[in-house]
């Protein structure tokens, strides 16, 4: 099993709408555990959203059919402007 775990420093005022939209957004994902967690103590405006998936195959196919179905294209076309910077990690889970 693996944990996909985007994190995402967003612009100042832009973390709640940030968690919100993709807590909506991910919400339209089958098969895919998500959740999104925003900052409690650490760096400020910071959102993750971690996905728990059996094989990095299962991560590459669901990326894939969520970037090509045009609802998500639509609510997610103005999301580049609400974070500065951004990361992915991917753990293996022993």
């Given at each position: 099993m693996f944990i996909v775990r985007n994190t995402f420093t967003a612009k100042p005022g832009m973390a709640s709408k940030l968690a919100k939209l993709?807590?909506?957004?991910?919400?339209?994902?089958?098969?895919?555990?998500?959740?999104i967690m925003t900052d409690y103590i650490g760096p400020m405006n910071t959102v993750s959203m971690e996905m728990e998936v059996e094989t990095i195959g299962d991560f590459?196919?669901?990326?894939k059919e969520?970037?090509?179905?045009?609802?998500?294209?639509?609510?997610?076309?103005?999301?580049?402007?609400?974070?500065s910077d951004?990361?992915?990690e991917i753990?293996?889970?022993v």
């Open positions: 993709l807590k909506e957004t991910m919400a339209d994902m089958s098969g895919v555990k998500v959740r590459e196919r669901n990326f969520y970037g090509d179905r045009a609802d998500i294209q639509a609510k997610m076309k103005d999301y580049t402007g609400m974070y951004g990361r992915r753990y293996r889970v």
